[in-house]
């Protein structure tokens, strides 16, 4: 029988200015055991993937975002180098054309971000650091190993929680975690639509906060939950008899469709911050960029304090 696959992840859930992005990644993967544990992707592709920048010259690595975005003064490879190989590789083998820009991919990915004028202007180029030569060899690779070994990219998409949104859902709930917790429940539902009925599914999440129950929010999407663990080492279920759930801290890590997405939850909030600094540098020539995190974020506030308006400030900073 086979199996779907489906890894979540989140990026930008602590900083002061910019998106909270959470992405899912679902596959298919064929010959799959029933009740077998969680297939090792990695190895089933390991002539085209690898999990760390030290094996990466001849494979494209597909781990935890925060270890593969390189730094911004980074002067061998562009920061998000890493980021857009992994995901434009694997965009490009299920749907044979690369995303040429950053509009092209957000639609690929459904991400959608605030209609604000800093979200906005003429698209980024991609890709921004690989040469595209290279980027269709190694998306060819990739498919031809994909197929070999039975894996089937079914979906990736991005869930962009912008800062009115986000904000909103603080107010209501009095946690930002809600802003997690809506993102989760939507890309969940989008999961359960390529199991169907019949085929095994297997859901893996990283687990940001200390938050260690989630039986009420799968009992909404699935009705019949079992719950094996709730613990700070991992929160378990099994939801209609076919599907397990997990969450987990340190899944991008450990779950290959767990560090895709983190990938692509990274590359979409950086992009999103490139057109962020883009426009305020336009109106301010000498403004240095920030990445939104709230240490620099203040520093950035304080120095755009004579140019932005209240208004706009109200519709920048998140409120936790």
């Not at 090792?40 to 781990?63: F, H, N, P, S, Y």
């Not at 820009?101 to 906005?120: G, I, K, M």
């Not at 199991?195 to 929010?217: F, M, N």
Request: charged share 25%.
């Amino acid at each position: 029988m086979a199996l779907i696959y489906t890894g979540i992840d989140e990026a930008g859930y602590g900083p002061m200015l910019g998106p909270l992005c959470v992405a899912s990644v679902t596959l298919r993967i064929e010959d799959w055991t029933a009740g077998s544990p969680a297939p090792d992707i990695w190895g089933m592709l390991d002539q085209a993937v690898c999990a760390t920048k030290k094996e990466a010259k001849k494979r494209i690595a597909v781990g935890d975002s925060k270890d593969l975005k390189l730094a911004n003064n980074s002067k061998t490879r562009h920061p998000l180098y890493h980021l857009e190989r992994a995901i434009l590789a694997f965009l490009s083998a299920r749907d044979h054309l690369a995303p040429e820009d950053d509009h092209t991919l957000f639609a690929s990915l459904n991400a959608e971000l605030e209609r604000t004028p800093w979200y906005s202007g003429l698209p980024i180029d991609l890709p921004l650091g690989i040469d595209k030569d290279m980027l269709g060899i190694e998306s060819n690779m990739l498919r031809t190993c994909m197929s070999k070994a039975g894996v089937e990219l079914l979906d990736i998409r991005v869930r962009v929680v912008p800062e009115s949104e986000f904000n909103a859902l603080y107010t209501q709930h009095n946690t930002k975690a809600a802003a997690t917790g809506t993102a989760l429940r939507e890309l969940i539902q989008n999961s359960k639509k390529h199991a169907g009925d019949e085929i095994e599914s297997r859901i893996v999440c990283d687990r940001q906060s200390g938050r260690t129950k989630y039986g009420r929010l799968l009992s909404h999407l699935y009705g019949d939950i079992r719950t094996e663990e709730e613990s700070a080492r991992a929160s378990r279920y099994t939801c209609d008899g076919r599907t397990g759930v997990l969450l987990t801290p340190g899944a991008d890590g450990a779950y290959f469709p767990v560090a895709l997405a983190s990938m692509a939850a990274k590359l979409v909030r950086e992009l999103a911050m490139m057109r962020f600094n883009r426009y305020w540098e336009s109106m301010i020539p000498e403004l240095k960029p920030t990445a939104g995190y709230v240490q620099d974020a203040r520093r950035w506030l304080s120095d755009t304090h004579e140019h932005i308006d209240d208004d706009q400030r109200r519709q920048m900073i998140r409120l936790a």
